[in-house]
């Protein structure tokens, strides 16, 4: 009897509502694109859209029920390809295009926990290409709430090439093996990657530019190939917050390929450190040798062999002794990669993370207990 009164009287309410002019209680939520809430990372242009996979943005929110996001017209078409991931669950894939996208939310409340009133969803960029989201708005259900979201006191710049930028896999670089990695220390991190490129300013499969140039831009080496925003722009590093607080390279397969020497290419990456220490004045850098190129005999195709090393033994010459050699030597074996390109598979790129994890625990990085943004309230 009670529940049918009280039934009526939301009907009445409605009633009401519908007639209203303006905002009322029974609107859906809409949160505009620059609300101080939103947590943007990775590289985003004025419009704001996203360059780079693995650029994205984090909500926490109170009595999160709908989402959905709507896009403007800078967003690939016909869509992109983004992963989403409610309260820290694997991420999944959702298709948006221009307009407005619902976002299926799984929530992680399996139990009837009563107790859980807030939700982490985060959404990400997957593709190397193919990875502009340009946001307009998003909307919730009514009575939603956005709440402030933390970081994790550990924050991962990674910046590489193809091997780092999930070329090849079904869910882009929320498969390789810098996001894993970033994930399984339950830290905040931004992946600069871009398949092809050298570290040479120098045009390489497609790109009109190198990383030792692109890093410092906003805009991934897509921009050459699009109409609608045809040139780079500086990043403001200031707009990376936190900063990070541990930077990774693995690059140089592109300039091998490209026939860069040695001598040129440790060049041009001491030049890279040097300016990268601009940024980053402290913080530990990782230098990947490479894995090698394997082969279905098990043969791997080295290159650029001893320049890591040097590259790591210049830096200490100057007394920078924060810079770490990972000796990638072994990790990756033909059954690890496609055969058709070597490159690591999925699980190709789990085994990598995994031993990069192990790596760093011995280095003596502790994984963080619990996010910066615990989702029960
Ligand atoms: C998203 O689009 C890609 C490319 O068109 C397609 O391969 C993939 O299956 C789609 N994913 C979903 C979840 O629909
Ligand atoms: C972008 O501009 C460059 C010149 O800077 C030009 O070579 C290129 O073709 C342009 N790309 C598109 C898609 O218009
Ligand atoms: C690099 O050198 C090899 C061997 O001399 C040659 O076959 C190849 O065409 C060169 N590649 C480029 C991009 O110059
Ligand atoms: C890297 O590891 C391989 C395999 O363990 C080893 O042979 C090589 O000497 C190592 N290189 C350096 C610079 O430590």
Avoid: C
């Amino acid at each position: 009897m009670r529940l049918l009164i009280l039934a009526t009287l939301i009907t009445v309410l409605r009633a009401v509502n519908a007639t209203a002019v303006g905002s009322t209680a029974a609107d859906p939520v809409l949160i505009p694109n620059n609300h101080p809430l939103i947590y943007f990372h990775g590289r985003w242009d004025a419009s704001p859209g996203t360059w780079w996979g693995g650029s994205g943005l984090k909500l926490h929110v109170e009595n999160l029920r709908t989402l959905s996001l709507h896009l403007g017209p800078h967003t690939t078409a016909p869509s992109a390809s983004i992963g989403v991931s409610v309260d820290y669950q694997p991420f999944f894939q959702v298709n948006v295009s221009t307009g407005a996208n619902i976002i299926p939310l799984i929530p992680a409340k399996k139990n009837n926990d009563d107790r859980k009133t807030s939700t982490v969803v985060r959404i990400n960029a997957e593709g190397w290409q193919n990875n502009r989201v340009n946001l307009q708005s998003i909307q919730l259900n009514t009575g939603a709430k956005l709440l402030p979201y933390s970081t994790s006191k550990l924050t991962f710049q990674f910046i590489g090439d193809s091997l780092s930028a999930g070329q090849f896999l079904p869910q882009g670089v929320d498969q390789a093996w810098p996001f894993l990695t970033g994930e399984a220390f339950k830290a905040e991190h931004v992946v600069v990657a871009q398949p092809g490129a050298a570290l040479s300013d120098i045009v390489s499969y497609g790109n009109e530019h190198g990383l030792s140039f692109q890093f410092f831009r906003t805009e991934d080496d897509g921009y050459f190939y699009t109409t609608d925003h045809n040139f780079t722009t500086p990043w403001n590093f200031a707009r990376d917050v936190p900063a990070a607080t541990h930077v990774v390279i693995h690059i140089g397969a592109n300039d091998a390929a490209q026939n860069v020497t040695g001598n040129a290419f440790e060049q041009t990456y001491l030049n890279f450190v040097s300016r990268l220490r601009t940024i980053y004045h402290a913080q530990p850098i990782f230098v990947f040798t490479p894995w090698g190129w394997p082969n279905a005999d098990g043969s791997i195709g080295q290159y650029l062999q001893g320049s890591y090393e040097r590259i790591v033994h210049a830096r200490h010459a100057l007394g920078d002794r924060n810079v770490f050699l990972v000796n990638t030597t072994g990790w990756v074996t033909f059954a690890d990669v496609f055969p058709d390109n070597q490159h690591p598979t999925v699980a190709g790129h789990q085994k990598i993370a995994g031993l990069f994890e192990a790596w760093l625990k011995d280095w003596g990085l502790r994984p963080e207990s619990h996010w910066g943004t615990p989702f029960t309230a």
